[in-house]
């Protein structure tokens, strides 16, 4: 059978009625009621068209005609950050060349010579992907300082690919690799994000700003990184969508790092096929599907996305993770519940080897960090390795204002080098119990997918105590170095959570085509309404 890129897939869901059904057609009926009041009076629209619920396809047929521009959509998003950003501190700083770069695409559009779907389509970068004309900190003073010399590899895609750089977005500091007990979303250069959907709620991490971002309309993508679960949990706990690519598929360099065993970028955006279109982009057209893989006909992805029985014959098997409470595991029944009557065979499955996994996943991670931040730190001005990160820190009293101590730096600094034989094998063993632990539930079951809770409904932000985060679901696929993709899949009182999609490597194609069919069944986004607080019954 012919192969099939990623760029390929997502030409063909642009055409496929999903668009029609996407987020930007839904009804905003369940919006009114009682608090409707706290929503922000800016207004979302613009050119027609409203920026919380627009596809990246709507805005490429508008450009196309000529009745929206990349320089007026830009600037309404540049509007809204300025206007909304204070209530909920996502966006760190706003490229200065941001209505420049617009404009180039409005050229290109005007000659046709447009570079694909993301020109002229505004992107913010979490502030640990090098950009050479902004700062790029991990949100430590440590990196505050001159810029990089140079930009990702993603960003050179992006820009090649004509996407507007947009700016920079907060993050739990050092991607929340250094503190014991760290909180989700604070940085000592960008501060505290808040959740949009209820204010003193946390935003989960570490891509808390670009999540937070989406939920608010800030940018029509944002790229965030996982190491495990830094996707996947901001993305449901903020009601967006977000992809953690199969490990290799989006470059890592010039990415702040964690563990080459387990980092990547990833796309997250307000819906499916945004994040599909972005992922054409970060990972290019030949690096999704591996030699000898099956590919998607033409038929199987229509059906997939945007038919109402898209979802016939598919089989997902439910983790339940009845930890995260009882409100979850409910809305975790409806959901399967409303996936059984589209058609799809929902069948409850448990995933094996997962305390060999949580036992041995972090000591891993902190040698790997000491590796991986050594090599990165001689390429910026600052500390030049762990140890003078480490002083740095001590004499540093702003960095001690949340992230109190710095326990995981500490510890991965003690910890065994990559070369130590004992370190080898604990990797050896993870990546073999990881990937068998999706690999032999989906054989024995026939699945498509294994979908779980993502996230539990956002804890009370709350420094003292640091994050309530004990969120299992991410971390056979982060260690595995398989896809997985959270959709929304509903609202704990005010609180999204969302259903997190995990399949076997470099499957992120199917996975994309089946949360574009699970996201058309579901519509679960809501816009959120920036309440200052929620009843303390659906607190953790």
Not at 121 to 145: Q, W
Request: aromatic residues 4%; negative net charge.
């Amino acid at each position: 059978m012919k192969k099939r890129s990623l760029a390929a897939l997502t030409a063909i869901l642009v055409v496929v009625p999903l668009v029609a059904a996407a987020p930007g057609q839904r009804a905003r009926a369940a919006e009114s009621g009682p608090g409707d009041t706290a929503r922000p009076a800016e207004s979302t629209l613009v050119g027609g068209v409203d920026l919380d619920t627009v596809t990246i396809p709507e805005l490429q047929a508008r450009m196309d005609r000529g009745s929206l521009s990349s320089l007026r959509l830009t600037r309404a998003y540049l509007r809204r950050i300025k206007a909304v950003d204070p209530r909920i501190n996502a966006v760190l700083r706003t490229s200065p060349t941001a209505l420049r770069q617009a404009a180039a695409s409005d050229l290109r559009h005007r000659l046709g010579k447009s570079r694909g779907p993301l020109d002229g389509i505004p992107v913010l970068l979490k502030d640990n992907v090098n950009t050479h004309d902004m700062p790029t900190t991990a949100g430590s003073l440590a990196l505050a300082g001159k810029a990089p010399d140079s930009d990702a590899d993603l960003v050179g895609r992006l820009r090649a690919a004509g996407a507007v750089i947009l700016g920079k977005t907060n993050l739990s500091e050092w991607a929340n690799f250094r503190a014991a007990k760290p909180t989700s979303g604070w940085s000592a250069v960008g501060g505290q994000t808040n959740n949009p959907y209820v204010l003193d709620r946390n935003p989960c991490g570490s891509s808390s700003g670009s999540a937070a971002a989406l939920a608010a309309s800030l940018a029509q993508v944002a790229i965030g990184t996982e190491t495990d679960g830094s996707i996947v949990c901001p993305a449901g706990m903020n009601g967006v969508v977000g992809l953690k690519p199969s490990l290799g598929v989006v470059s890592q360099s010039g990415v702040v790092p964690i563990s080459a065993e387990q980092d990547t970028a990833g796309p997250m955006a307000r819906n499916v096929i945004d994040a599909a279109l972005t992922l054409s982009v970060l990972g290019g057209r030949d690096t999704v599907r591996p030699d000898g893989a099956p590919s998607l006909t033409d038929a199987s992805l229509t059906d997939s996305a945007g038919r109402p029985d898209g979802l016939r014959g598919k089989r997902i098997g439910l983790w339940r993770l009845p930890s995260l409470g009882a409100e979850v595991d409910a809305l975790m029944t409806r959901t399967a519940e409303r996936l059984t009557e589209a058609g799809a065979e929902v069948v409850e499955v448990s995933m094996p080897y997962q305390e060999r996994l949580a036992e041995l996943e972090f000591p891993a991670l902190l040698s790997e960090f000491h590796r991986d931040i050594d090599a990165y730190l001689p390429t910026r001005e600052g500390p030049q390795d762990l140890a003078e990160l480490i002083e740095f820190n001590r004499t540093h009293p702003r960095e001690q204002t949340c992230f109190a101590g710095q326990e995981l730096f500490e510890q991965a600094l003690a910890a065994p080098p990559t070369t130590d034989p004992e370190y080898r094998a604990m990797r050896a063993e993870l990546t073999d119990l990881s990937r068998r632990s999706i690999d032999e539930v989906m054989a024995a079951h026939g699945l498509d997918a294994i979908a779980s809770p993502a996230n539990p409904p956002a804890w009370t932000t709350d420094c003292a105590r640091g994050d309530n985060d004990v969120i299992p679901s991410s971390t056979p696929a982060a260690v595995a170095g398989y896809p997985s993709l959270s959709v929304p899949a509903g609202l704990v009182g005010e609180l999204p959570v969302g259903l997190l999609l995990m399949a076997g490597d470099r499957q992120d194609a199917e996975l994309l085509s089946l949360g574009a069919a699970v996201e058309h069944r579901l519509d679960a986004w809501r816009a959120p309404r920036y309440l200052s607080s929620t009843p303390s019954g659906t607190s953790r």
